[in-house]
């Protein structure tokens, strides 16, 4: 399908190089806002490998990205609603509290928690961007590129011209050295190892029925020594994830029966942990998703951020008009994305330390207020409770989870745009650029040229 011209938008053509959640996410954007998209995969298929088993926790705020994108419906048939923690030890099982999340905060974040295996939520924005109008190339590794004169060389020899080159080429691609330079690379990596199991086979064992009853929340947190893992329900599964390393099998008993169930070596998934790149683009180059910003393995805003940085980029250029604000408009989405993506990080790695607290008397002190908590029969993250240092997920959740890509670039734009385009002596463009057909239709009528 070709991509819908948008009236009042300068069709660019983009070349994205990866088809992970990153390259997907800008690839449906970036022709919903009306621009020409090639993507590049070094490999021959969507799921070339046993890297696509394993699952994502999606947070409201790429949820809300992805109803945004008319896909609720979709993405309802393949993933499960999450209801709340409940939180374990990793050592000994010891029950230490659940939490459900309440009706308030999820009215203010406006879209849910949700569970769904890695492959199919590839395969939905994979679909979704095939029917935007996306163009794929497989087994087609760029090998080099030129930001300043925005062209690509595959291995093949071959070299494609474009407007804008996105590196969503991952945290070991070819952008990302680009960007660093000699000196790659920086920082420690980690990796976490992630698994399905099948209901079926959980629910042959009455000691693990409990994973299924009512009561417990849709996502189960084992807190270890140094260690956690994390277990979620995906549609028909449950989805099993360890932090550092494959250690269930020395976890308590729950976890131990579990292990055993699980069907073939868990993949390790070597997110990394390495730093965040304090610049994104360089000509006409802007790096997106892990090549950017690789969060600790485990983190649910890795995923988070890469939705919202391809939204963010196709909001930015769902309003350019000539081709002298493609700079500026990729310097905005820098400056834009940057804070965000660092807030993220510093929150993630929060709460990571958390869950996996070495042997200590802050850990004691921790397991202790949740006991405590538990057997009032309270929630076991009361802000009253827990510090902001200590506990910082469940406090900031409409800050993380609330956050409106849109609203960050309409704010950008009414700051820094209009007053750019007036200083030029351009004309400005009024008017609300939405992702759903009505608001894009509105726009259309309703649309105002100031002259200055
Ligand atoms: C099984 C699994 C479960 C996960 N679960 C979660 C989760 O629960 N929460 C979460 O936040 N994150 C999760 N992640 C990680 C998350 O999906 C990534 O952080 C996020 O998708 C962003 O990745 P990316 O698209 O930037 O890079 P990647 O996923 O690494 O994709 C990069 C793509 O670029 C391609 N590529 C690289 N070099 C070239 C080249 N030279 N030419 C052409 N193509 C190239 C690669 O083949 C690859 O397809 C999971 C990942 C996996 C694999």
Same mark, same amino acid.
């Given at each position: 399908?070709?991509?819908?011209?948008?009236?009042?938008?300068?069709?660019?053509?983009?070349?994205? +190089?990866?088809?992970?959640? *990153?390259?997907?996410?800008?690839?449906?954007?970036?022709?919903?806002?009306?621009?020409?998209?090639?993507?590049?995969?070094?490999?021959?298929?969507? %799921?070339?490998?046993?890297?696509?088993?394993?699952?994502?926790?999606?947070?409201?705020?790429?949820?809300?990205?992805?109803?945004?994108?008319?896909?609720?419906?979709?993405?309802?048939?393949?993933?499960?609603?999450?209801?709340?923690?409940?939180?374990?030890?990793?050592?000994?099982?010891?029950?230490?509290?659940?939490?459900?999340?309440?009706?308030?905060?999820?009215?203010?974040?406006?879209?849910?928690?949700?569970?769904?295996?890695?492959? %199919?939520?590839?395969?939905?924005?994979?679909?979704?961007?095939?029917?935007?109008?996306?163009?794929?190339?497989?087994?087609?590794?760029?090998?080099?590129?030129?930001?300043?004169?925005?062209?690509?060389?595959?291995?093949?020899?071959?070299?494609?011209?474009?407007?804008?080159?996105?590196?969503?080429?991952?945290?070991?691609?070819?952008?990302?050295?680009?960007? +660093?330079?000699?000196?790659?690379?920086?920082?420690?990596?980690?990796?976490?190892?992630?698994?399905?199991?099948?209901?079926?086979? +959980?629910?042959?064992?009455?000691?693990?029925?409990?994973?299924?009853?009512?009561?417990?929340?849709?996502?189960?947190?084992?807190?270890?020594?140094?260690?956690?893992?994390?277990?979620?329900?995906?549609?028909?599964?449950?989805?099993?994830?360890?932090?550092?390393?494959?250690?269930?099998?020395?976890?308590?008993?729950?976890?131990?029966?579990?292990?055993?169930?699980?069907?073939?070596?868990?993949?390790?998934?070597?997110?990394?942990?390495?730093?965040?790149?304090?610049?994104?683009?360089?000509?006409?180059?802007?790096?997106?998703?892990?090549?950017?910003?690789?969060?600790?393995?485990?983190?649910?805003?890795?995923?988070?951020?890469? +939705?919202?940085?391809?939204?963010?980029?196709?909001?930015?250029?769902?309003?350019?008009?000539?081709?002298?604000?493609?700079?500026?408009?990729?310097?905005?989405?820098?400056?834009?994305?940057?804070?965000?993506?660092?807030?993220?990080?510093?929150?993630?790695?929060?709460?990571?330390?958390?869950?996996?607290?070495?042997?200590?008397?802050?850990?004691?002190?921790?397991?202790?207020?949740?006991? *405590?908590?538990?057997?009032?029969?309270?929630?076991?993250?009361?802000?009253?409770?827990?510090?902001?240092?200590?506990?910082?997920?469940?406090?900031?959740?409409?800050?993380?989870?609330?956050?409106?890509? %849109?609203?960050?670039?309409?704010?950008?734009?009414?700051?820094?745009?209009?007053?750019?385009?007036?200083?030029?002596?351009?004309?400005?463009?009024?008017?609300?650029?939405?992702?759903?057909?009505?608001?894009?239709?509105?726009?259309?009528?309703?649309?105002?040229?100031?002259?200055?």
């Amino acid at each position: 399908m070709a991509v819908k011209q948008r009236p009042g938008v300068l069709p660019l053509k983009f070349v994205v +190089i990866g088809t992970g959640i *990153a390259g997907l996410s800008a690839a449906i954007s970036l022709c919903k806002a009306g621009h020409r998209v090639i993507v590049l995969e070094k490999e021959a298929s969507l %799921d070339h490998d046993d890297s696509t088993r394993g699952g994502c926790r999606m947070t409201p705020n790429i949820t809300s990205i992805l109803h945004k994108w008319g896909l609720q419906e979709k993405l309802d048939q393949i993933s499960v609603r999450s209801k709340g923690i409940s939180l374990m030890l990793f050592d000994s099982g010891e029950h230490l509290g659940k939490y459900r999340w309440q009706d308030e905060v999820m009215k203010e974040l406006g879209a849910d928690f949700a569970f769904v295996r890695y492959a %199919d939520l590839k395969r939905l924005l994979y679909e979704t961007a095939l029917e935007q109008g996306a163009s794929f190339y497989f087994s087609a590794p760029v090998a080099d590129l030129d930001p300043y004169a925005a062209r690509i060389v595959l291995e093949s020899g071959q070299s494609i011209h474009c407007d804008v080159i996105v590196g969503a080429d991952g945290v070991d691609g070819l952008t990302r050295k680009l960007m +660093i330079g000699s000196d790659f690379e920086i920082g420690r990596e980690t990796a976490k190892r992630t698994t399905i199991i099948s209901k079926e086979m +959980i629910l042959t064992d009455p000691d693990l029925a409990y994973l299924y009853k009512h009561e417990y929340g849709s996502m189960l947190v084992w807190m270890g020594k140094e260690c956690f893992a994390l277990g979620f329900h995906a549609v028909g599964f449950l989805i099993l994830l360890t932090f550092q390393e494959y250690l269930i099998f020395s976890g308590g008993k729950g976890l131990q029966k579990l292990a055993r169930l699980v069907p073939s070596p868990p993949t390790c998934v070597t997110t990394g942990n390495r730093e965040t790149l304090e610049e994104w683009i360089t000509g006409r180059l802007v790096i997106i998703g892990n090549a950017a910003h690789p969060l600790p393995p485990t983190s649910p805003q890795s995923l988070g951020l890469s +939705i919202e940085d391809g939204a963010a980029l196709a909001r930015q250029f769902s309003r350019v008009r000539y081709e002298k604000q493609i700079e500026d408009f990729l310097s905005a989405f820098e400056d834009i994305r940057i804070p965000r993506s660092a807030a993220m990080h510093a929150k993630e790695t929060g709460i990571v330390q958390y869950m996996s607290m070495q042997p200590s008397e802050e850990q004691e002190f921790r397991d202790q207020l949740m006991r *405590a908590r538990r057997d009032c029969g309270t929630n076991p993250y009361s802000v009253s409770f827990m510090s902001r240092t200590n506990c910082p997920e469940w406090v900031d959740m409409v800050e993380i989870y609330g956050y409106c890509v %849109d609203d960050a670039v309409d704010d950008w734009w009414a700051h820094w745009g209009m007053l750019n385009e007036r200083a030029r002596g351009t004309t400005v463009l009024l008017g609300n650029y939405s992702d759903s057909e009505a608001s894009f239709a509105r726009s259309e009528t309703h649309t105002e040229y100031l002259s200055m």
